[in-house]
């Protein structure tokens, strides 16, 4: 008998070790697939943070004014960025002191150039490869700080193109999202927790809640290009229709994160409130929300950082448009930073890649600081009962 007890146990210590070793096994791949991705983001995204510049010598002219090519060299054209020398124009209008004057700018150079610089694939010629390679040992070329990725939205050419237009248009969207999706969120929370009676129409809705919770977002775009923008007119591609549609996807999130929330909550104290004679909504709003509050803002964020990170949704509603001037309104055609991602990474210019990779990085940051902030609220105020 003993033995076979002996041998039952060595085959659960056997079971054991397998199990653990199942379970390192996966931590130990899904530890090697983040640090494989978050380095292969970092190695292609860095290099967007620079940005080939050339000195020139720009001349403020009537020629450069009717031709904006003539108002550099005729050898430095093919090297220098369209989209610089089509600003001169109006930077003239606007500083006409300048008129018949010379003056040594670092000026943009076109992306050929700077994937050359970079030593990535590019479409330069030959003989502009030379050319920069003397430029190189005048010192009249340099990779500098790439303040326009941040300052400037998105550009058919690849050296203008930033996610400026995107930030803002997210920030509009997420702001949208906010202040529909979390009060309408809450306070149904309440009402199905704490006053709703418990009889077939509330089950309904419930299920149903729990439904919308996990139906693919993008028919929430569908819904949304169906109420607001083809029912109540809301402008296509706006960030109103956006935020609009990304509320009614992160509603559900909020009931059922704020509902557990609220059960969390142990029932002692509800009855310790009415039993000093307060009323149902008394003891609601002065002791189960504030003590549910920590899981309600917790589950809150983690709602929004899951909706900024959706583009499906916004497809449908028209977010997908080129979108180079950032919104200054909501009613104004948007983009946010997810679609921006998704329309450059469909581009063939390879300069465009590291600029994707890079808004990756951007739109992860941002992300892991709602999630980082979601741990740390649940953290520093969750109360154990």
Not at 334 to 340: E, G, H, K, M
């Amino acid at each position: 008998m003993s033995l076979h007890v002996n041998q039952q146990m060595k085959r659960r210590y056997a079971a054991e070790k397998r199990f653990k070793a199942y379970a390192i096994t996966a931590l130990t791949l899904a530890g090697a697939f983040l640090i494989f991705f978050f380095a292969d983001m970092i190695s292609k995204g860095l290099p967007a943070l620079q940005q080939a510049e050339i000195l020139v010598d720009v001349h403020y002219n009537d020629s450069s004014m009717q031709n904006y090519k003539k108002a550099v060299d005729k050898p430095l054209r093919r090297i220098v960025s369209r989209g610089y020398l089509r600003t001169l124009p109006l930077y003239m209008e606007d500083h006409p002191e300048l008129m018949g004057t010379n003056e040594s700018r670092w000026v943009l150079a076109t992306a050929d150039v700077d994937q050359y610089l970079k030593g990535k694939p590019h479409r330069l010629k030959s003989k502009y490869q030379k050319q920069i390679d003397g430029l190189l040992k005048a010192e009249k070329v340099r990779l500098a700080f790439n303040t326009g990725f941040f300052t400037r939205g998105d550009s058919k050419m690849a050296e203008l193109a930033g996610i400026r237009s995107a930030v803002i248009g997210s920030i509009y969207v997420l702001f949208l999202t906010m202040i529909f999706a979390l009060p309408i969120g809450v306070m149904t929370a309440v009402y199905l927790e704490e006053f709703a009676p418990d009889n077939r129409l509330t089950q309904i809705i419930e299920v149903n809640i729990n439904n919308l919770a996990a139906i693919p977002s993008i028919l929430f775009g569908l819904l949304g290009l169906a109420i607001f923008i083809n029912f109540f007119g809301a402008p296509r591609s706006s960030a109103l229709a956006g935020g609009l549609t990304l509320a009614l996807m992160t509603l559900p999130i909020v009931i059922i994160t704020t509902r557990a929330a609220l059960q969390a909550v142990p029932d002692s104290i509800r009855e310790a409130a009415f039993g000093l004679g307060a009323s149902r909504w008394q003891t609601v709003w002065h002791h189960v929300l504030p003590l549910a509050m920590p899981g309600i803002l917790t589950g809150s964020i983690i709602g929004l950082a899951q909706a900024m990170g959706e583009t499906a949704p916004l497809l449908i509603v028209g977010m997908m448009a080129y979108v180079p001037d950032a919104p200054g309104n909501i009613m104004e055609a948007a983009t946010v930073l997810p679609a921006q991602i998704y329309t450059w990474a469909g581009e063939s210019i390879r300069a465009y890649e590291e600029r994707t990779a890079a808004a990756i990085l951007v739109l992860l940051s941002v992300l892991l600081s709602l999630n980082t902030m979601a741990v740390y609220l649940r953290k520093h105020f969750e109360k154990r009962w």
